[in-house]
């Protein structure tokens, strides 16, 4: 069982993107399968360079398996997320001005590749490229959605989590016709309870 919680800032943190609550729960099959069922409340803020109108919220609910392995030095994951997502509607009312009504539903597919290697007993390397897709209702890829490369250094500052700075580069797909980059230095707190 866990829970995650994220601020995201645009802007030099001057702009806010998005609030993102997302509890889990596990169930670990075996040493190297882990099953996952978890809820996620996200707020995305106009920010940007294509900002949105208004605030708009998303509900999804969402499965997950994460498979681990070693190679080497290099500890390996594997891990498969569908979505099933409750998107905000904006539309614009009788008077020009726009609101939440409604929400519209979408499946999202993510594939993530994760690697972390230990450099000392306090010290580690971690990254991963996670892919997304949008798929239809019967469960077919539909479309790219986005790309996440990150990378960081590591610090267990604590027995039960870890301190990391890293850079996190996104390439997201907004429409056929437009894209979005972000570089983002992101920094992570991790407890385990």
Same mark, same amino acid.
């Given at each position: 069982?866990?829970?995650? &919680?994220?601020?995201?800032?645009?802007?030099?943190?001057?702009?806010?993107?998005?609030?993102?609550?997302?509890?889990?729960?596990?169930?670990?099959?075996?040493?190297?399968?882990?099953?996952?069922?978890?809820?996620?409340?996200?707020?995305?803020?106009?920010?940007?360079?294509?900002?949105?109108?208004?605030?708009?919220?998303? @509900?999804?609910?969402?499965?997950?398996?994460? #498979?681990?392995?070693?190679?080497?030095?290099?500890?390996?994951?594997?891990?498969?997320?569908?979505?099933?997502?409750?998107?905000?509607?904006?539309?614009?009312?009788?008077?020009?001005?726009?609101?939440?009504?409604? =929400?519209?539903?979408?499946?999202?597919?993510?594939?993530?590749?994760? =690697?972390?290697? @230990?450099?000392?007993?306090?010290? &580690?390397?971690?990254?991963?490229?996670?892919?997304?897709?949008?798929?239809?209702?019967?469960?077919?890829?539909?479309?790219?959605?986005? @790309?996440?490369?990150? =990378?960081?250094?590591?610090?267990?500052?604590?027995?039960?989590? @870890?301190?990391?700075?890293?850079? #996190?580069?996104?390439?997201?797909? #907004?429409?056929?016709?437009?894209?979005?980059?972000?570089?983002?230095?992101?920094?992570?707190?991790?407890?385990?309870?």
């Amino acid at each position: 069982m866990g829970n995650e &919680f994220h601020i995201r800032r645009d802007d030099w943190i001057k702009d806010q993107e998005q609030l993102l609550i997302r509890p889990y729960v596990d169930y670990k099959v075996n040493e190297n399968t882990i099953v996952s069922v978890g809820y996620t409340f996200i707020r995305t803020s106009p920010y940007g360079k294509y900002p949105l109108a208004i605030t708009k919220p998303e @509900n999804n609910f969402w499965e997950q398996v994460t #498979l681990k392995q070693t190679l080497g030095k290099l500890n390996i994951s594997h891990r498969y997320r569908l979505e099933h997502r409750f998107k905000g509607r904006i539309v614009t009312n009788g008077s020009g001005a726009s609101e939440i009504r409604g =929400a519209d539903y979408a499946n999202r597919f993510r594939y993530r590749l994760i =690697a972390k290697r @230990n450099l000392t007993e306090k010290l &580690f390397l971690h990254a991963f490229d996670e892919i997304w897709f949008n798929i239809s209702k019967e469960v077919r890829p539909e479309s790219l959605d986005r @790309n996440w490369f990150f =990378a960081a250094l590591g610090w267990r500052a604590f027995t039960d989590g @870890n301190i990391q700075l890293g850079y #996190l580069k996104q390439w997201i797909k #907004l429409s056929d016709d437009r894209f979005e980059r972000h570089p983002t230095l992101q920094v992570v707190v991790q407890r385990d309870f």
